[in-house]
Nanobody
Framework: QVHLVESGGGLVQAGGSLRLSCAVS????????MGWYRQAPGKERELVAR???????MYADSVKGRFTISRDNAKNTMYVQMNSLKSEDTAVYYC?????????WGQGTQVTVSS
């Protein structure tokens, strides 16, 4: 059974940083394209960043230059380093495959950026 567990969220001031983690079990994270997604209140869930099995990364324009997605194959864990956070980054952040597989959505981790 596949489990994706997000952690690392919290409350941070604008301009601050957070690193989110996604612990993957039941599948090989490095064999699948994986992504970070977020859903802000009243908005649809959107793709923030993704990483291919080969390690290529792609970012939404809104986070390009501020967020860095990475993967630790030994730990089967994916990360996103978020710097220069803005109030508009406030959302629940989720990890999933790319494209996302509905049954794999977890609880997410809340990121709140205060201005």
């Amino acid at each position: 059974q596949v489990h994706l567990v997000e952690s690392g969220g919290g409350l941070v001031q604008a301009g601050g940083s957070l690193r989110l983690s996604c612990a993957v079990s039941g599948i090989s994270g490095r064999a699948n394209a994986m992504g970070w997604y977020r859903q802000a209140p009243g908005k649809e869930r959107e793709l923030v960043a993704r990483i291919t099995p080969g390690g290529m990364t792609m970012y939404a324009d809104s986070v390009k230059g501020r967020f860095t997605i990475s993967r630790d194959n030994a730990k089967n864990t994916m990360y996103v380093q978020m710097n220069s956070l803005k109030s508009e980054d406030t959302a629940v952040y989720y990890c999933n495959s790319y494209p996302p597989y509905e049954p794999w959505w977890g609880q997410g981790t809340q990121v709140t950026v205060s201005s």
